[in-house]
Structure formats: structure tokens, C-alpha cells
């Protein structure tokens, strides 16, 4: 609760704050990977974009999976247009901190990323990981293509009945398309978010190997 608003209640659009019309722009070069961080993309590289929690921790995950082209810290699944890290952090925009994943498939399966999904984060604790508690923090994958659409739903059948094998819970994760969740926007997080853990070694994560392994990757 934070002033007696529960950041857990998921708002609706006529509660969403109002934004603004100029986007967050960010340096176009991943600090990591030196790839642009904007498209168009090459011919054959695909976009997905992924949901676990703080987005810091999230990113490097990606980043780090071979046949990734490039990723980027971001909002995904609200109302709020362009909306910034602090709005976000109220609740009261309706996404959910996520990383725009750019990768080619040829390379790289959606199973694979899924794998690195699943395993990285606990996607039966509705609107919280660990600490981090509120709608920001849904787990959520978000498609752009309708062959990326079926896997995510197949990967979370199987995930389940690995959880199921191991006693664990239900799964909470929000599965759509980017174009049917919120206002069907990714925007850009602000620069110091893009690649945080490469540039903060350091800095806060609370991602890593979560309860059981994906078996169909």
C-alpha cells in the first residue's frame, strides 16, 4: 500500500496517469553488445519482449544468451503513454517493467528464451518477485508474432506440469500479444536503466535460478 493505494489492483485505463506526448530517448548503442537499441532490425531477427521483475536483473539475462541481437530496458503493458520510472513505480500506469528481447531465431529458439525465462524469476507470485511487490513487477511475456504466441502458451503448459511435478504453484503469468496488452506500447526506460548491471556491477538483482528446471528447452 503506499497512501493507501494497493500497488498489487491492476488500474484501468480511466485510471492510468496521463503521460506525455515526447518519448524517453536513450543512446542508441547497447553498452554490452554495441547493437542498436531502436529498429528497424536486420532482415530475419525477431522482437519478444519479457516480464520477470525488476528489469535490471532481466536485462542481463537476456543479454547474456547467445543468439540475442540486442535487448533494452522498458514499460510494456499499460495505459500511461511514455510514462517515466517514478510514474511506473506508483502503480498507477499499468505496465510492467520489461525488456525488449531482439534476437535471431535462427540462432536462438523461443524455447531457449523461455528457458531463461521460466528459470530466472518465480512466475507464481502475482504482481511481486521476492521484495518487489506491485503490478510493475507482473511476470509477463508479450508476443509479435502469432508463432510466438503458441510457443509462449505451450512453454507455459509444460513449465506448469514441471512446477506441478515439483509441488510447486500456479503460474500468474500475463501472456498476449504486445498489440492487446495495454495500449500496445513498448517504451523506453530512461539511459541510466539501459544495461544498469553492466554499468553498476554491483547493483541490485534478485534474479537467478528459481525452483525448477524447464524440460522442454
Known sequence: MIFGFDKTHMITPDEALAGRDAPIEVTNRHVVLGTPLYGPWPDGLEVIYFGMGCFWGSERVFWQTPGVYSTAAGY?????????????????????????????????????????????????????????????????????????????????????SDLDGQGYGKITTQIAPLSDAGDGEFYYAEEYHQGYLHKNPGGYCNHGFCQVSYSNA
Open 76 to 160: 510494456a503493458g499499460g495505459w500511461t503513454k511514455n510514462p517515466s520510472y517514478e510514474e511506473t513505480c506508483t502503480a498507477k500506469t499499468g505496465h510492467t517493467e520489461a525488456v525488449q528481447v531482439v534476437y535471431d531465431p535462427a540462432k536462438v529458439t523461443p524455447d531457449a528464451l523461455f528457458k531463461e525465462f521460466w528459470e530466472n524469476h518465480d512466475p507464481t507470485t502475482a504482481n511481486r518477485q521476492g521484495g518487489d511487490i506491485g503490478t510493475q513487477y507482473r511476470s509477463a511475456i508479450f508476443t509479435t508474432t502469432d508463432a510466438q504466441l503458441e510457443a509462449a502458451q505451450r512453454s507455459r503448459e509444460q513449465y506448469q
